[in-house]
């Protein structure tokens, strides 16, 4: 099992219950998987660096996880279809 960092971007119009949702569908993606969530941080509302979908601002979430090596190609495959997440990265620490 690796160690793994998980940064998303949900577009900053969404509902509070959006953003919960959509944060409690990435953790049992990455637990479905076997992977073990360790932390979930709400960074909250930023300037985004370039326009993305016509949006200015987005809510950052950030997720630290373990997972076999096979997970985050697996996960970033479902997060590149899952509607609401403008962009994400994963990445070994």
């Known amino acids: 099992m690796k160690n793994y960092e998980l940064m998303?971007?949900?577009?900053?119009?969404?509902t509070d219950e959006e953003?919960?949702?959509?944060?409690?569908?990435?953790?049992?993606?990455i637990e479905?998987?076997?992977?073990?969530?360790?932390?979930?941080?709400r960074v909250g509302n930023k300037k985004l660096a370039y326009e993305?979908?016509?949006k200015r601002e987005g809510f950052y979430v950030l997720v630290n996880f373990t997972a076999d090596a096979n997970v985050p190609n697996r996960l970033g495959s479902l997060l590149a279809i899952t509607?609401?997440?403008?962009?994400?990265?994963?990445v070994a620490k």
């Open 52 to 54: 993305i979908q016509k």
């Open 32 to 41: 479905k998987d076997g992977g073990k969530i360790e932390s979930v941080e």
């Open 8 to 14: 998303y971007i949900i577009p900053s119009q969404s």
């Open 83 to 90: 509607n609401n997440i403008l962009r994400y990265i994963i």
């Open 19 to 29: 953003k919960e949702a959509l944060i409690a569908q990435v953790n049992s993606m």
